[in-house]
């Protein structure tokens, strides 16, 4: 069964709009966590634009034992004013799973992942680190990577394909060959003995031929849309929308 993480970046955007704590961050990750979600994903950034360290001390120590925890971020951002970087935020929190992405800080949302062909040296301590830590981690990829050995190499446990594109070709009515590269790239990895994550624009739209396409996913962490769509439905009835995808 492909669990589903909630991402509550945008809850924090809207409680940060306003000061205060609503809507709040803990009680959001219950509600989802009671409507049957399997794991919270968090992307904190250097400039605190949503959650924030705080939120990730906070979700660590109340998050039950079978909610996976995973954090997301560039490990390479250096630690500026009250961010710590991603490799402090870990060692204090000590998630389930690190997601490795590179952002810049001025980048609107990611928008594309690593080059293991260049990158794998200069991640190789810092996996090593993390997995010293207790945390599984994962490499944000761009769909289409075919050389998918430096990942398995440096000791990665999973890749993350980012569906950004995936789910543009979707919305344009041509998804085939963005869907292809997804389940090319799911396949490599596969063959390396890596475990295969998806995110970034994923919604009840578009979630199904994904899992169709690739029914063995080990993980799907989803939050723009999904707390766009829990607006109008609410969140734990949204929750249960994307639980029924990944269970057809
Ligand atoms: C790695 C990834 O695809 C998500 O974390 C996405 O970047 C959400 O981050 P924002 O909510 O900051 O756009
Ligand atoms: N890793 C992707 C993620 O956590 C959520 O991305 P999005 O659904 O907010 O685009």
Same mark, same amino acid.
């Given at each position: ?5 909630v991402?509550l ?5 809207l ?9 709040d ?8 966590i ?8 968090v ?5 605190l ?13 109340r998050?039950?034992?079978? !909610? @996976? ?7 390479f &951002?250096?630690?500026? *004013?009250?961010?710590?970087?991603? %490799? =402090?935020l #870990? ?19 990611s ?6 062909q260049?990158d ?15 945390c599984r981690?994962?490499l944000?990829v761009d ?13 990665a446990?999973? !890749? @993350? ?7 543009? &070709?979707?919305a344009q *009515?041509q998804p085939d060959?963005? %869907? =292809?590269? #997804?389940?090319?790239?799911a396949?490599r990895?596969?063959a390396?003995g890596?475990?295969?994550n ?26 723009h849309?999904?707390?766009c ?6 969140l ?5 929308n ?6 057809a």
């Amino acid at each position: 069964m492909t669990l589903l993480s909630v991402n509550l970046n945008k809850i924090a955007v809207l409680r940060n709009s306003r000061g205060g704590n609503e809507p709040d961050v803990l009680r959001a990750a219950r509600t989802c966590i009671e409507a049957g979600c399997g794991g919270i994903t968090v992307h904190p950034r250097p400039d605190l634009r949503h959650i924030r360290p705080d939120d990730v001390y906070a979700l660590a120590e109340r998050l039950p034992a079978d !909610i @996976e925890f995973n954090i997301e971020g560039n490990p390479f &951002a250096p630690p500026r *004013g009250p961010y710590p970087g991603l %490799l =402090a935020l #870990c060692r204090a929190a000590r998630p389930a799973q690190v997601t490795l992405v590179p952002d810049n800080d001025d980048q609107l949302t990611s928008d594309h992942g690593f080059d293991l062909q260049r990158d794998a040296n200069r991640l190789r301590p810092l996996v090593e680190e993390f997995a010293r830590l207790g945390c599984r981690v994962s490499l944000f990829v761009d769909a289409g990577t075919r050389e998918l050995e430096p990942a398995a190499r440096i000791g990665a446990q999973r !890749i @993350e394909i980012y569906t950004g594109p995936y789910a543009h &070709a979707y919305a344009q *009515g041509q998804p085939d060959a963005a %869907l =292809a590269a #997804c389940v090319e790239t799911a396949r490599r990895a596969r063959a390396q003995g890596l475990g295969v994550n998806a995110g970034h624009d994923l919604s009840q739209s578009n979630l199904g031929a994904l899992h169709r396409a690739i029914p063995w996913l080990a993980e799907v962490s989803i939050g723009h849309a999904l707390i766009c769509e829990a607006l109008y439905e609410g969140l734990a009835p949204t929750v249960r929308n994307y639980l029924k995808i990944l269970s057809a």
